[in-house]
């Protein structure tokens, strides 16, 4: 097998947070429920995006985005695909990922729906309405995916939410395919219980016939998985699918299953969670690039949980301080 060129290769939806403040009566006045996710068409999201105040605050995102950022912070090789589209957008999106450190190379869409965005107004009791248009994102296709890059990632990692499209699937399936034939290993997140709902069969296929060999789960999701509201069962279903399982249990830390045995840690106490955004993403960048540089499942969960807890401290789902300095504090990094 050949040198690897990224620790962590991550796909999915590449999309811009824009943030901002709004005055009482904004949120009534266009027709939005506040505290509630909207999703949008691409007219609603250039008339909400033109009414945002200029003071706003715009910070690419997307979940297997965090999970590079989060990778590149612990001083690891990262590489990102997703689509953006040549706009000014996708510039910020662009510009965000790669100042960190993380490859970025998909080809942009031109021509086309815009640069995904959420559109996060925030009211004076500090309560968040989003507003959601997924444009581009959706865009991604087998196109994209080239064997170079997969084939040069010790781990290549996917969003759930990349079977919604019927083109990106198929883009998931290919890098699946890439990976396996480089002698790589496959992840992906179950993203979301309404995801497991939607294509549970499905994805309960992709471990068991090993197109995916790593699989990222919370409490919620690995239930809605295996369709029982017993924790336990779940781990014993999934101890005989998949090759190696994730568990993240909140404030209970975390747990991979494994040949059978079960390993769980703690989580890293914090003195506040202020925002519990992206703590999954972060804590896939810990686990990934434990496993990529050899860690113990033990430390692998340890790296996880504790970029987790940065994370969570903070508004906005990337990390803040530099985790590679965190890890070595807590004798995690290697």
């Not at 999703?39 to 008339?47: G, V």
């Not at 715009?58 to 953006?84: D, E, H, P, Y």
């Not at 480089?182 to 992709?206: G, H, Q």
């Not at 399982?245 to 840690?265: C, L, P, Q, R």
Request: aromatic fraction near 8%.
């Amino acid at each position: 097998m050949t040198q690897t060129r990224f620790d962590v290769l991550t796909i999915g939806n590449a999309i811009v947070d824009i943030i901002a403040p709004v005055e009482p009566g904004f949120i009534e006045r266009e027709g939005m429920k506040e505290g509630i996710m909207h999703l949008i068409d691409t007219d609603r999201a250039e008339d909400l995006y033109a009414k945002m105040p200029l003071g706003r605050e715009q910070i690419s995102g997307g979940s297997a985005a965090n999970t590079a950022a989060g990778v590149a912070s612990l001083g690891g090789r990262a590489a990102f695909i997703g689509k953006v589209a040549d706009d000014p957008l996708g510039d910020v999106f662009e510009t965000d990922l790669t100042e960190i450190g993380v490859h970025y190379n998909t080809s942009r869409l031109k021509n086309g729906a815009l640069t995904a965005r959420s559109m996060i107004f925030v009211s004076e009791d500090g309560e968040r309405t989003m507003n959601t248009y997924l444009g581009a994102c959706h865009e991604l296709t087998e196109r994209d995916i080239h064997p170079d890059e997969i084939g040069g990632a010790a781990i290549t990692y996917m969003e759930g939410f990349l079977w919604d499209p019927v083109e990106a699937k198929k883009a998931f399936v290919l890098a699946a395919h890439y990976a396996h034939k480089n002698e790589r290993a496959a992840a992906f997140t179950l993203s979301d219980p309404f995801c497991v709902d939607r294509y549970r069969a499905e994805f309960l296929d992709l471990i068991r016939s090993k197109t995916i060999d790593y699989v990222f789960a919370n409490v919620n999701e690995i239930k809605s998985l295996y369709q029982t509201d017993d924790l336990g069962e779940a781990v014993r279903e999934i101890a005989k699918d998949a090759e190696v399982a994730a568990i993240t249990m909140g404030a209970e830390g975390a747990m991979a299953v494994f040949n059978g045995e079960v390993v769980s840690v703690p989580a890293f106490p914090v003195d506040k969670v202020v925002d519990a955004t992206g703590a999954g993403d972060l804590f896939a960048s810990g686990f990934l690039l434990g496993l990529a540089r050899g860690q113990t499942m033990d430390a692998a969960l340890k790296t996880g949980c504790l970029a987790a807890s940065e994370v969570i401290t903070h508004i906005g789902a990337r990390p803040q301080l530099d985790l590679e300095e965190l890890s070595q504090k807590h004798g995690l990094a290697g």
